[in-house]
């Protein structure tokens, strides 16, 4: 089983930038994808930014430009920067790995961009 634990968050002015960060831990071998989903009130869970093994990045269209998703140590650790916030950001963050049986989430981290 894969293990995950986020750090970061908090509370930012509208522009102000924050960084979350993901720690993994068990089978890491088995991630081949890893990255960054976000839930506000009422809405659905939203994929942010992705990122596979061999590198491919994908980011949603809300965020292009402004976030960015960076490994750090392979796939023992990764994080979201962001830059630029939007009110609309606000939400909780949930660091991502998936395998090849199964996802795993972190338990969330809340971002509140404040206007």
């Known amino acids: 089983q894969v293990q995950l634990a986020e750090s970061g968050g908090g509370l930012v002015q509208t522009g102000g930038s924050l960084r979350l960060s993901c720690a993994a831990s068990g089978n890491i071998f088995s991630i081949h994808t890893m990255g960054w989903y976000r839930q506000a009130p009422g809405k659905q869970r939203e994929m942010v930014a992705t990122i596979t093994t061999d590198g491919s990045i994908t980011n949603a269209d809300s965020v292009k430009g402004r976030f960015t998703i960076t490994t750090d140590n392979g796939k023992n650790t990764w994080s979201l920067q962001m830059n630029s916030l939007k009110p609309e950001d606000t939400a909780v963050y949930y660091c991502?790995?998936?395998?090849?049986?199964?996802?795993?989430w972190g338990q969330g981290t809340q971002v509140t961009v404040s206007s």
């Open positions: 991502y790995a998936q395998t090849l049986r199964y996802a795993t």
